[in-house]
């Protein structure tokens, strides 16, 4: 059930972060009232200054900063846009609504607030994320993907005009997309006992066809391909709040194994935040060694796949373990398959057989 505690938790966070941006408001007046240039002061996000923590097994930001200042000619666009952009996110948390990444582009056109395109404002968004050590979820501005969710999961919504509204997550065969609105809402009871996060909107179908969420107790989520961070932020809420172990089935290809460690490490584009993932998540396949194992259909590695299997191996969170060992299997078999290629044994193989072996196979690791 929804505890009070949790209630409050969100009420405090939303009240932290309407301080912080009144701060920022309050410290350029200020600033510009004394006669001084004001400044914004925030973690660099360069390349260089991002580290490996081995503590948190993610991407954080080091200690190098970086200055917006309204003195430098050069940082008077930047700056101008960052003020503008923290004042649009108050007015979003403060009303109640929602905006994507889209509706800030143009909605800053009204007030004649000037980006050359879309990625000029989506740099300023991630800007003021680093500034504030908030998700762009938390202030109210979301992108456009979407990922699914479904099972034994009754939500109590928190968004304006749906306060006290419930729904079970299981009453639609297509599942729910994981919105503002869902993710933002209150966990008010669930049977489930595990979270099986799947990269394939097909397999994510297929399992709720065969009744996985029964079978396994789970809840399931199409994470769309590399999940979009309100996915991210929903697995974590999930395990978290409801201590439910997640799980992770992804393509046979060092893209999938990279999808499940970006649920698991983060990625290095968000080591500005913290809370997006799930450390004690488990990738359970395709390996490359299950293409051997289950003789799959395969096609081969193309020199983009080797080359990203070499990279991998670099980076610090692929040391050692499961990470490295199927790395070094790509790169030695050179094939890659995917979900669906369990259909060569039928339609519910996947289900029937490798799952359920790899579920077992999973308590070990």
């Given amino acids: 059930m929804v505890s009070k505690a949790s209630k409050n938790l969100a009420a405090a966070r939303k009240k932290e972060l309407l301080v912080a941006l009144k701060q920022l408001g309050q410290k350029t007046y200020d600033e510009v009232n004394s006669g001084a240039f004001p400044q914004f002061t925030f973690p660099s996000r360069s390349v260089s200054n991002i580290v490996y923590d081995p503590k948190l097994k993610q991407y954080i930001l080091g200690k190098t900063a970086v200055k917006r200042s309204a003195g430098n000619i050069k940082h008077i666009r930047p700056?101008?846009?960052?003020?503008?952009?923290?004042?649009?996110?108050?007015?979003?948390?403060?009303?109640?609504?929602?905006?994507?990444?889209?509706?800030?582009?143009?909605?800053?056109?009204?007030?004649?607030?000037?980006?050359?395109?879309?990625?000029?404002?989506?740099?300023?968004?991630?800007?003021?994320?680093?500034?504030?050590?908030?998700?762009?979820?938390?202030?109210?501005?979301?992108?456009?993907?979407?990922?699914?969710i479904f099972g034994d999961l009754t939500i109590e919504y928190t968004v304006p005009g749906y306060e006290g509204n419930r729904l079970n997550l299981s009453s639609h065969p297509d599942g729910y997309l994981i919105g503002p609105s869902l993710s933002t809402a209150e966990f008010v009871d669930t049977s489930a006992e595990m979270i099986i996060a799947v990269e394939k909107g097909g397999i994510f179908t297929r399992f709720?066809?065969?009744?996985?969420?029964?079978?396994?107790?789970?809840?399931?989520?199409?994470?769309?391909?590399?999940?979009?961070?309100?996915?991210?932020?929903?697995?974590?809420?999930?395990?978290?709040?409801?201590?439910?172990?997640?799980?992770?089935?992804?393509?046979?290809?060092?893209?999938?194994?990279?999808?499940a460690m970006v649920i698991i490490s983060g990625s290095a584009n968000a080591a500005h935040l913290r809370d997006l993932t799930v450390s004690t998540a488990k990738w359970v396949g395709v390996w490359a060694s299950?293409?051997?194992?289950?003789?799959?259909?395969?096609?081969?590695?193309?020199?983009?796949?080797?080359?990203?299997?070499?990279?991998?191996?670099?980076?610090?969170?692929?040391?050692?373990?499961?990470?490295?060992?199927?790395?070094?299997?790509?790169?030695?078999?050179?094939?890659?398959?995917?979900?669906?290629a369990f259909s060569k044994y039928g339609l519910t193989f996947i289900v029937d057989n490798y799952l359920k072996e790899k579920m077992a196979e999973a308590k070990s690791l």
């Fill in 208 to 259: 709720v066809e065969e009744k996985v969420h029964k079978k396994y107790k789970a809840i399931l989520i199409d994470t769309a391909g590399q999940p979009p961070r309100s996915t991210r932020f929903m697995l974590k809420r999930l395990n978290k709040e409801l201590n439910l172990p997640v799980y992770i089935m992804s393509d046979g290809d060092v893209y999938g194994e990279h999808i």
């Fill in 290 to 340: 299950d293409i051997v194992k289950y003789k799959l259909p395969t096609d081969p590695m193309t020199e983009a796949d080797i080359k990203r299997a070499q990279e991998l191996r670099k980076d610090p969170r692929y040391t050692g373990g499961v990470w490295q060992r199927e790395l070094d299997i790509f790169l030695k078999i050179k094939r890659k398959s995917e979900l669906e």
């Fill in 79 to 148: 700056f101008t846009q960052l003020l503008w952009l923290a004042f649009f996110a108050d007015k979003l948390v403060n009303e109640g609504k929602t905006s994507t990444l889209r509706d800030v582009y143009y909605s800053s056109q009204a007030y004649n607030m000037e980006f050359v395109d879309q990625a000029e404002s989506d740099e300023i968004i991630t800007d003021l994320e680093a500034v504030l050590s908030r998700a762009r979820e938390e202030i109210k501005i979301y992108p456009e993907e979407r990922s699914a």
